[in-house]
T-cell receptor
Framework: AQKVTQAQTEISVVEKEDVTLDCVYE???????LFWYKQPPSGELVFLIR??????QNEISGRYSWNFQKSTSSFNFTITASQVVDSAVYFC???????????????FGPGTRLSVLP | NAGVTQTPKFRVLKTGQSMTLLCAQD?????MYWYRQDPGMGLRLIHY???????AKGEVPDGYNVSRLKKQNFLLGLESAAPSQTSVYFC?????????FGQGTRLTVV
């Protein structure tokens, strides 16, 4: 069975602070994808990044960076110099690929609500 | 590009009423999913489909039925709505990579 844990339920920071959102996953499979999604107050789910299990390179995109460590089963997300527009709920998700006809289902963590205060 | 479209966006039902939520995608994706989102619980999979004419149960299927008669459409039905089904419902589609989500349907059962 697969599981995604996001231990931080809510985080509040002041604008321009750096913040890291934690994600820990569980799976016995060796081939999988990890994802981060953003859900702003308007409610839609916005895809941020995908990382496959064979690629442990960290990734940076503007103020966003992701640290994938298979040794600790973690896929953490850092926002540098946070802005009010970063306020949202962030979801980490796991998809195991070797499921045959079982649909490559996504397993989501419970989400972390980030509030960036001006 | 429309992507994934859900209708309706909002609905209020009385206990015992039935309704159908429609999801349409124009990306030719094989996989489609219905999730419900409740506070503090993330997204939970209700039913999914791996292709036209196929459906399967997810984590929380009770009280729901689905159909995928056409590849681009995935319907979610509530046969007899209950207050416990008050939630935000998201449809998604995918191929090999990430899921693309619809805008969500906020359903209230009174």
């Amino acid at each position: 069975a697969q599981k995604v844990t996001q231990a931080q339920t809510e985080i509040s920071v002041v604008e321009k602070e750096d913040v890291t959102l934690d994600c820990v996953y569980e799976t016995r499979d060796t081939t999988y994808y990890l994802f981060w999604y953003k859900q702003p107050p308007s409610g839609e789910l916005v895809f941020l990044i995908r990382r496959n299990s064979f690629d442990e390179q960290n990734e940076i995109s503007g103020r966003y960076s992701w640290n994938f460590q298979k040794s600790t089963s973690s896929f953490n997300f850092t926002i540098t110099a946070s802005q009010v527009v970063d306020s949202a709920v962030y979801f980490c998700a796991l998809k195991v690929l070797n499921q045959g006809n079982y649909g490559q289902n996504f397993v989501f963590g419970p989400g972390t609500r980030l509030s960036v205060l001006p | 590009n429309a992507g994934v479209t859900q209708t309706p966006k909002f609905r209020v039902l009385k206990t015992g009423q039935s309704m159908t939520l429609l999801c349409a995608q124009d990306m030719n994706h094989e996989y489609m999913y219905w999730y419900r989102q409740d506070p503090g619980m993330g997204l939970r999979l209700i039913h999914y489909s791996v292709g036209e004419g196929t459906t399967a149960k997810g984590e929380v299927p009770d009280g729901y039925n689905v159909s995928r008669l056409k590849k681009q459409n995935f319907l979610l039905g509530l046969e007899s709505a209950a207050p416990s089904q008050t939630s935000v419902y998201f449809c998604a589609s995918s191929y090999e990579g990430e899921a693309f989500f619809g805008q969500g349907t906020r359903l209230t059962v009174v």
